[in-house]
């Protein structure tokens, strides 16, 4: 088949269009750190009691679960994994809307999910304001008071 200098033209730039997207794909296992470096800010870490902060500090809080053992897992853990395990988190009684994110360290054979939100600086007006966490399907679950400050 010969191809015509329109569809040499086309086909070219649907792969220079498509090779970032390739090339940008995360690599498993390579480089990787958790929590995940697109994560800005101070961390508030539900499981190591209350803190005080600025209220004009850029925040995150990122939490979640590890399943070790990854590649000698049934399919049933597996799945039962990526589809039940999962966190919630409340502020002051409100559900936050969490994002998730997921990586496998080969070097460990372990899978990582973690769920989420980062808050802009000036996000929080000064006050306290309880942060609670719920890990399911256990149902353990966690409050901390976090105090933001006028700097």
Known sequence: MRLNGTQLIAITMMLAIASPMVSAAPKLGRGRTFPPPMLGGTRIDLENGPATLPADAQVYVIHGWDLDNWKTRTKEELRDFLENYTF????????????????????????????????????????????????????TETNVDIAFYSP
């Open 88 to 139: 919630e988190l409340y502020i002051n009684g409100e559900r936050a809307d969490l994002k998730r994110w997921r990586h496998y360290y080969v070097d460990q054979d372990l899978m990582k999910t973690g769920f989420y939100i980062e808050f802009k600086a000036g996000h929080f007006e000064p006050g306290t304001y309880t942060f609670r966490g719920v890990w399911l399907p256990e149902n």
